[in-house]
């Protein structure tokens, strides 16, 4: 039997899409683990997700630098989203896209430095939706915009909801025949009950997984544990690099040394 290869060897060996899954206020860990991955070279040349994923992956190819992202992430405070207003969710959602826009420097998913098919829920058609035009701030929004914490987006005359509602892990944007590095946040949303089939790693053909376990749970109510939850995701992502991938995976603790 052969030894399988290392993370590390088998996104060196050809270009990769990367996919960040939703996951609540995971968007942290996304960004340590990402930062971890430009550290080491390993650069995506396409990134989607959904949530989480799409707000991070969508910085990324809107121009933010991974300093800039930390940088924000790091003063972040409730007060710079939290705008409670009558509606379909408790926050209106105006100071999340006002913060959004004044961070990217590239405003048009077309005009994005690395393609990006961030995935949103249509609440008319009541199924998941791929945006691949328009706006990046936009789009973030829509994707993070989760059903009773925010009210839904409206982009082109439809209202959007939450990528993960039906697209836990972001891959509908993925294209066909892409190798996959999907970055799955183990942590589960409110609504979704423990033992959830969404809440699984996926298995596909030319798809590596990385789930690290055992880190902070972030919420609006407890932002201090953010920057703990990035430094420790990026640290185990680089430990997650010189491991065997196993059955197209790499699964660890962020707390083992």
Known sequence: ???????????????????MSSGFFGFYVHAGALTSLADAGLNPVAVTGSSAGALVTGLYAGGVSLDAMRDRLGTLRRADFWDPAPGAGLLLGRRFRAMLDALLPVTEIERAAVAWAPSVFDLRARQTTVLRRGSIAGAIHASCALPVLFHPVRLGGRLYSDGGIA??????????????????????????????PSLRLPRREGLAAVSIGALPRVNPFALDRGMVAFAMAAKAMRRALDEPLRDGAVQLDATAR
Do not use: I, K, N
């Open 1 to 19: 039997m052969s030894t399988p290869p290392t993370l590390r060897a088998w996104l060196q060996a050809e270009p990769f899409t990367l996919a």
């Open 167 to 196: 697209d836990r892990p972001g891959l509908a944007g993925v294209g066909d025949g892409a190798r996959v590095l999907y970055h799955h946040l183990a942590s589960r949303s409110p609504w979704r009950r423990a033992g959830s």
